[in-house]
């Protein structure tokens, strides 16, 4: 086992004793895991586990209160669509070994069924409608919740909307946002912390009070994609209109079952919304434009898109702030992008009249994308400078790597006088941005490189290829 593999978390004998006592099951398989969480279903021949069911979901995370806030929505939602929410049966908190803690999730695992971004493009455009309209309805469904409620405020007592977790460590009438963006009091710091978690270095546009005095005016480094303006009016009218948004229903988060109908032929039935991460309290007219920023990345399908769009308009409120808080938000995506493509404000992307006929662009694609341009690093070294930031090198010191790609590293450790070591890197986790253009297709926008790792021997890349310095 390597080292990477013994940073991941994994679900031991004694951590699934805590957990299942008696009927702690003989066998699981993982289905995510990295050094912070880990997600395993259980399936059983019998139900005499307490959960009464044969086959369960189990998320692990190390202890920091995001899981149970995210259970606990997900607990929400199923109040109110049961049919399509996982069932959350326990949350608690075990032990391992070395003493770390660990928050735990058990929930229903929805068996016999397919994510839907597998056979979407495969349906006739009547079986995507059928299933877009199901979605539309669990999304009004859960739309009646706000966070003023007693029903919603009783289920979410325990979690930061409620006491504890915002800024000043209390509680607020009307929290924004949720356990992905934080628990934000007021819609401006609502849209900061969009802000902050767009920027990964420095930001590429900010809030500052308007000089009139009426509220704020969000700003773009880039000149050429101008400011928005938003009075106090709307900011509170934003606040106070926060419903329960999921945020990210994409096809990778739903599960479709095959039905039988008519003349032997098959369709699909929405089964499940699962993975409710980034749900919580929101204006909806952010859910319905965050589309926009993940076309082409969480979601590849322009028909979802368009589809979603489309139902969806009309849950966005006809009023002022809601076509202000799209222009705002717009205006931090297209910043981090240097985006300066026009797209209409309500309706997002749309296909040019004389765009023609557009290839599908399937998952297989992407990765295929993925693999070319990692080809390009290695073999045309287009990457310069990838790792000019601190480290550890082997022995412990604080080290600085100066590197061009196509150049064996070179690492000066502060802590020998200057003296340098060669050693082999490789990277490990590439973050690779594209804008897609829907009449055109993808456009590579950018390359992010989130880890270098040493080692005595470089691992292979792709293929075979390995990254020069091996």
């Not at 969480?37 to 209160?65: A, M, N, P, W």
């Not at 926060?242 to 990210?248: A, L, Q, V």
């Not at 080290?399 to 050693?423: E, F």
Request: proline fraction near 4%; charge should be negative.
């Amino acid at each position: 086992m390597d080292s990477t593999e013994e940073r991941d978390l994994t679900p031991s004998d004694d951590i699934l004793q805590n957990m299942f006592g008696e009927h702690k099951p003989a066998k699981l398989e993982i289905l995510a895991q990295t050094f912070q969480s880990c997600t395993f279903s259980v399936h059983t021949s019998e139900t005499s586990s307490s959960y009464h069911l044969k086959d369960l979901l189990v998320r692990l995370e190390l202890s920091s209160g995001r899981l149970q806030a995210v259970a606990e929505l997900q607990r929400l939602a199923y109040l109110h669509i049961p049919e399509l929410v996982p069932k959350t049966f326990d949350l608690g908190t075990v032990t391992t070994a070395d003493g770390r803690q660990l928050d735990y999730s058990v929930t229903q695992f929805v068996a016999g069924t397919t994510v839907l971004e597998s056979v979407w493009q495969d349906l006739d455009d009547d079986q995507q409608a059928a299933l877009m309209n199901s979605v539309v309805d669990a999304v009004t469904k859960i739309q009646r919740l706000k966070l003023d409620d007693k029903p919603v405020q009783a289920t979410l007592s325990a979690t930061a909307y409620i006491f504890g977790g915002l800024d000043t460590g209390t509680s607020i009438q009307h929290p924004l946002g949720g356990p992905e963006l934080g628990y934000l009091r007021d819609t401006a710091a609502f849209l900061a912390g969009i802000i902050k978690a767009n920027s990964p270095k420095s930001p590429t546009s900010s809030i500052v009070p308007s000089l009139s005095g009426d509220g704020i005016t969000m700003t773009s480094t880039y000149d050429n994609l101008g400011s928005v303006h938003i009075p106090q009016s709307d900011l509170d009218f934003l606040q106070q209109h926060s419903i329960f948004c999921y945020n990210d229903l994409e096809p990778r988060n739903l599960l479709v079952r095959a039905v039988d109908v008519a003349d032997g032929k098959q369709t699909y039935e929405l089964a499940a919304i699962i993975d409710w991460e980034m749900a919580g309290f929101y204006p909806f007219a952010y859910e319905y434009c965050v589309k926009d920023s993940v076309l082409g990345s969480s979601n590849l399908y322009l028909s979802w898109y368009t589809l979603f769009k489309q139902r969806t308009a009309a849950l966005v409120p006809a009023h002022r702030f809601s076509e202000a808080l799209i222009r705002v938000v717009d205006l931090i995506y297209r910043s981090r992008e240097a985006d300066d493509q026009e797209r209409c404000v309500r309706d997002g992307w749309v296909r040019r009249a004389d765009a023609g006929t557009v290839p599908k662009f399937t998952k297989e694609d992407n990765q295929k994308l993925e693999e070319d341009v990692l080809r390009a690093l290695v073999d045309h070294k287009r990457m310069d400078a990838v790792a000019k930031k601190a480290m550890t090198c082997r022995n412990g010191h604080e080290v600085k790597l100066l590197w061009t790609a196509g150049s064996p590293m070179t690492v000066q450790d502060n802590a020998c006088d200057g003296i340098s070591h060669r050693l082999y890197a490789y990277i490990v986790e590439v973050t690779i941005s594209w804008l897609v253009v829907p009449c055109t297709g993808p456009k590579l926008r950018s390359i992010h490189v989130e880890t270098c790792v040493f080692g005595p021997k470089a691992e292979e890349l792709i293929e075979g290829d390995i990254l020069p310095g091996h």
